[in-house]
């Protein structure tokens, strides 16, 4: 089942083409790693998925609507009811400093969706008992490590039970050890077939628990495949000097 289809994305910052012609497919319960070098386009084209940035042209489709067609955008509660099919993790945590862990997690669905306080603080147990920070309920983001701060970021993209987990570079700002904590975090979602696009420069998480792997490269998607493909055999040429690059 197709749970993302994009065609003929196009964005553009000024005279900087960022995407040029970006064209993939989103099956349930993929795991797609996107890489590239930077400056590639991997970051607004996540952010243009969930209508954080606006699109010059083409379509996003996401389980069978499309919000923006043909560079053209969908109403604003037909792009919220599609957009909120997906969450999102940031390279930063994003999370508000000012609010104790449980609110950052409980905010949004007593807010925003009406859920009522005991059902989002049962979700809000249950997730960060999955993330390994049950203990943390209570605390504030500043008492976090790097490690600690993003995994409260994925359980608080998980309270609003989104189809698809998009996550923008989730490791870059995290040292080894941090970024451990993390990644084990995704591998266990993608094991429980949660549907996952992963911009990220993790090359073994890339080969080992991705499914699909998107190699960018001037604005748009040069080559695509499974990691055996893509890493053993890359058949763009940008894509084999990226690795040889790497790899050295």
């Known amino acids: 089942m197709k749970l993302i289809e994009v065609t003929s994305l196009k964005k553009g910052f000024g005279n900087l083409n960022v995407l040029t012609d970006v064209n993939f497919e989103v099956e349930k319960g993929d795991v797609i790693a996107v890489i590239g070098p930077s400056g590639a386009g991997k970051s607004t084209m ?10 010059d042209g083409g379509t996003i489709t996401v389980e069978g609507e499309s919000f923006v067609k043909d560079g053209v955008y969908a109403s604003h509660e037909q792009i919220k009811a ?21 609110r950052n ?38 008492t976090l490590s790097g490690g600690q701060k993003q995994r409260v970021a994925i359980a608080r ?13 989730p490791t870059s ?20 077939h949660m549907t996952m696009i992963v911009v990220t420069h993790e090359m073994s998480f890339a ?24 890493f053993g055999q890359p058949k763009d040429r940008r894509t084999a000097d990226f690795f040889h690059n790497i790899l050295e």
């Open 157 to 169: 993209a998980l309270m609003l039970n989104p189809d698809i987990m998009l996550f923008d570079e």
């Open 105 to 142: 997690l409980t905010i949004a669905p007593t807010a925003v969706f009406g859920k009522s306080k005991e059902e989002s603080d049962a979700l809000c147990e249950s997730l960060l008992d999955k993330v390994g920070l049950r203990d943390k309920i209570d605390a504030m983001p500043s």
């Open 207 to 230: 080969r080992e628990v991705a499914n699909k792997i998107l190699f960018m490269c001037d604005g748009m998607i040069v080559e695509s495949g499974t990691p055996a493909q893509v």
């Open 46 to 55: 996540l952010r243009c998925l969930i209508n954080l940035e606006k699109v």
């Open 173 to 192: 700002a995290l040292d080894p050890q941090l970024t451990s904590e993390v990644l084990g975090v995704m591998r266990a979602l993608a094991a429980d």
């Open 82 to 102: 599609v957009t909120r099919k997906m969450g999102m993790v940031f390279q930063n945590f994003n999370l508000f400093p000012h609010l104790s862990v449980r």
